[in-house]
């Protein structure tokens, strides 16, 4: 992927992103790169600020160049599931406001069925949460309230909880999932990102780098 010079970028969130904020962090200082990031969550703004990346906002720049992000899963029509760090509702909101995506994941990520080897992130909102619950174990799914490690329920950057849906076998029709869970009063956004990927860049273990594009 290739940053040039004006560009306006959404910054993903997650570990597998900071990869590539050093990147740009040292073609800024070495080569006097001049980008804008829109990041996705606060800890990647905080991040991009330590490494001197000038950052904007959807409300400075509501049309992004480019956005760069990671993903929990890939199947072959290019669908994701995206939410493990908890940026879910804004990584959809920039991944749907850049012309062009590009997904950077690490071996063992592209997967036949969605669902299949991580849990679908849906975010809803705390009131009422335990009703929304119930709905959307309606859809055939055991979810989980996401919470850290002292105990605490996770809250996200918008305030608002997180459930890990368990889908045995993987899920089905991830399109008619997506629509159900869209549909759902409580949720704020589900971890299905359809049609908001045109590039996929895969690290692997070897150490070489396979690029596909849809």
Do not use: W
């Not at 950052?55 to 480019?66: A, G, T």
């Not at 072959?76 to 908890?86: D, E, P, Q, S």
């Not at 940026?87 to 920039?94: G, N, T």
């Not at 991944?95 to 997904?103: E, L, R």
Request: net charge negative.
């Amino acid at each position: 992927m290739q940053c040039r010079i004006g560009q306006v970028v959404g910054l993903g969130t997650g570990t597998t992103i900071e990869a590539f904020l050093v990147a740009v962090a040292e073609r800024i200082e070495k080569e006097g790169l001049e980008i804008r990031g829109v990041p996705t969550s606060k800890a990647t703004a905080e991040r991009a600020e330590e490494l001197g990346i000038p950052l904007s906002s959807l409300d400075q720049d509501p049309v992004l160049d480019l956005a760069v992000d990671g993903a929990d899963e890939v199947d072959g029509a290019f669908r994701l599931i995206k939410g493990g760090g908890g940026a879910l509702l804004r990584e959809k909101i920039v991944a749907n406001s850049a012309q062009k995506v590009v997904i950077v994941i690490g071996e063992g990520k592209r997967v036949e069925t969605l669902g299949s080897t991580f849990m679908l992130p849906v975010e809803v909102i705390p009131f009422g949460n335990q009703v929304t619950e119930i709905q959307i174990a309606d859809l055939g799914c055991q979810p989980f309230l996401r919470t850290l490690e002292n105990g605490d329920t996770f809250v996200t950057d918008n305030g608002n909880y997180i459930f890990d849906c368990q889908f045995e076998g993987g899920i089905e029709d991830p399109d008619d999932t997506h629509s159900k869970l869209s549909q759902l009063p409580g949720v704020a956004e589900n971890g299905i990102f359809i049609d908001l990927c045109d590039v996929v860049v895969e690290g692997l273990d070897g150490g070489e780098t396979f690029v596909e594009e849809k």
